[in-house]
């Protein structure tokens, strides 16, 4: 009986010292890892946006405007774009399932549109090599860096709509114009920390969803809880929905049949007014309002300059469908403490 346990005890001390090996060798191989931008990274990004302050104006560079609607390489395009603050009036959610029959496994994005009819797209992505495919084993081991690709819809939706064949969803967001515009600055000045410093990319806690969430929670009064619903970002359109985010009064498979847009962007893909072709359902009558009332008309700013409605202002609903308490604001000061 002594000799067998003394076998087990060797056993259990050999497969104890291969598994400190394996998992001492794993975290000394990634603690030698640094975040770079110089490796041969995949066509579309292989530049990163750089973005230019000049009080209520922005100069974009290298904002990406691919044509994917042929089968072959796609029309290579990079553009300098400048634009006014002061004509943010929207914020779009962007979703991407990337399956019919299970919602979990999606890409999210935002988009900015301003009262000139542009929107300025803006997607956190796995920044790949040349012949790499992603993978969630991989972004768990530091095996991708993080960028945001900045760039025209007819680019981030037409890739996913004419190449990937993914159900595009494009919601209307709830934010007045400083909101907006607050959540906007926010992004871009990530944008170029990641220009001047590499950071990588998570496959759970720094990915797509997650990074949407620490911007908007950055500007919140009441910060969104990071839960299963954001580690699974297909069903974080039903958090939006759940608080009252989503500018639209219609249930949520309503809304998602709403705001589907693969079909129109098909349609519309070589249409200089492509953003607003895709968007025809959320600026006609919402039917579940009154007669008349836009699903996400223009919102006029506030009278009192010193307080913002922020994004998150509004409400949670309650199981029954209604809405909580009236939105809250903040004041200028009150949002910088935020920060």
């Known amino acids: 009986m002594r ?17 400190a090996l394996l998992f001492g060798g794993t975290a000394i191989g990634l603690a030698r890892l640094a975040p770079s931008h110089d490796r041969p990274w995949i066509l579309e990004q292989s530049r990163m946006p750089v973005v230019h302050f000049d009080g209520d104006r922005i100069v974009v560079d290298d904002i990406r405007n691919f044509d994917w609607s042929g089968t072959g390489e796609p029309q290579r395009r990079w553009e300098s774009r ?35 009819g542009r929107f300025l797209a803006i997607s956190v ?12 084993l991989k972004g768990l081991l530091k095996r991708f860096e993080l960028m945001y690709v900045i760039g025209d819809e007819r680019d981030l939706i037409g890739l996913r709509v004419l190449r990937s064949d993914d159900d ?13 515009r607050a959540l906007l600055v926010e992004m871009l000045e990530e944008a170029n920390r990641l220009a001047a410093q590499p950071a990588f990319y998570g496959s759970f806690r720094n990915n797509c969803t997650t990074r949407i969430l620490q911007h908007v929670n950055r500007i919140a009064p009441e910060p969104i809880p990071y839960g299963w619903r954001v580690l699974l970002p297909g069903y974080s359109d039903a958090l939006a929905h759940e608080r009252n985010l989503l500018a639209t009064e219609l249930p949520l498979d309503a809304a998602r049949e709403r705001f589907h847009v693969n079909d129109r962007a098909v349609a519309h893909i070589d249409d200089p007014g492509f953003s607003l072709r895709i968007r025809e359902p959320a600026l006609t ?7 008349g009332h836009l699903s996400n008309p ?6 009192a300059a010193d307080t913002i409605t922020l994004l998150t202002a509004a409400q949670p609903r309650d199981r029954g469908g209604q809405r909580a308490a009236p939105a809250r604001s903040r004041t200028r000061r009150q949002w910088r403490a935020l920060k």
Do not use: C, K, N
């Open 285 to 291: 009558p919402d039917p579940r309002r009154t007669p």
């Open 82 to 116: 400048d634009y006014d603050l002061t004509r943010l009036e929207t914020v779009w959610y962007i979703l991407t399932p990337f399956a019919r029959d299970w919602r979990g496994p999606a890409h999210a994005f935002l988009s900015f549109g301003f009262d000139d």
């Open 125 to 136: 992505e796995a920044r790949r090599e040349a012949g790499e495919t992603y993978s969630i």
């Open 298 to 303: 223009p919102r006029p700013r506030p009278e």
């Open 168 to 180: 595009v969803l494009v919601y209307p967001a709830r934010a007045t114009p400083d909101a907006a």
């Open 3 to 19: 000799a067998l346990a003394r076998t087990l005890a060797r056993v259990l001390l050999g497969g104890a010292a291969v598994i």
